[in-house]
Antibody, heavy 125, light 106 residues
Framework: EVQLVESGGGLVQPGGSLKLSCAAA????????IHWVRQASGKGLEWIGR??????????SYTASVKGRFIISRDDSRNTAYLQMNSLKIEDSAVYYC????????????????WGQGTLVAVSS | TEMTQSPTSLSASVGDRVTITCRAG??????LAWFQQKPGTAPKLLIY???TLQSGVPSRFSGSASGPDFTLTISSLHPEDVATYYC?????????FGPGTKVEIK
């Protein structure tokens, strides 16, 4: 059974840092890109960024609002992806989800067939 | 790539045909996905590559594309379809979501 489990959320002060984890099981983690998506309370989905698989050089991409503050990484030996969040702002408060995108080498596959349950980040003084 | 959706919300009766439209600000070929999200839960993939039904999704859901415009159709609205629906570009980063369409039962 495919599973993605986020952890590491919590309350942090503005300007602080937090590192989220996304632990994967039930599929070949090294063969998938991992995306991070967030959702502020009562708002829509916001794509944050992606780390690609080894096949694609572990290339990362980010949305403009987090570029330079957030870093996505992965450890294939631990089947885990990470979202390091620095210089946090109040507007970063949200539920953070990870989701996978299989990278088979045969065309572009869609992200989002499996998601974690989300972890809540609250940025407040 | 900016994604727009219309309408923002809709109210329809059980059994009605429901159509939601998404427009891509730039060319994304057919690399568009549709998601359903119910309150307090993670999004669920319904459609990918504009018109391919994800495994396990009821056949009353369908998708189509015409140039920059994409459409999600629910052929006959069921009570369990009450949710917010999002489109997402997955052609090139940033993989933007549309703002969402909230579907309610009249």
């Amino acid at each position: 059974e495919v599973q993605l489990v986020e952890s590491g959320g919590g309350l942090v002060q503005p300007g602080g840092s937090l590192k989220l984890s996304c632990a994967a099981a039930g599929f070949t983690f090294s063969g998938s890109a991992i995306h991070w998506v967030r959702q502020a309370s009562g708002k829509g989905l916001e794509w944050i960024g992606r780390v690609r698989s080894n096949r694609n050089g572990y290339v990362t991409s980010y949305t403009a609002s987090v570029k330079g503050r957030f870093i996505i990484s992965r450890d294939d030996s631990r089947n885990t992806a990470y979202l390091q969040m620095n210089s946090l702002k109040i507007e970063d408060s949200a539920v953070y989800y990870c989701t996978r995108q299989p990278e088979t080498g045969r065309g572009i596959t869609p992200p989002g067939d499996y998601w974690g349950q989300g972890t809540l980040v609250a940025v407040s003084s | 790539t900016e994604m727009t959706q219309s309408p923002t919300s809709l109210s329809a009766s059980v059994g009605d045909r429901v159509t939601i439209t998404c427009r891509a600000g730039q060319g994304i070929a057919t690399y568009l996905a549709w998601f359903q999200q119910k309150p307090g839960t993670a999004p669920k993939l319904l459609i990918y590559e504009a018109s391919t039904l994800q495994s396990g999704v009821p056949s009353r859901f369908s998708g189509s594309a015409s140039g920059p415009d994409f459409t999600l159709t629910i052929s006959s609205l069921h009570p369990e379809d009450v949710a917010t629906y999002y489109c997402q570009n997955y052609n090139t980063a940033p993989f933007t979501f549309g703002p969402g369409t909230k579907v309610e039962i009249k």
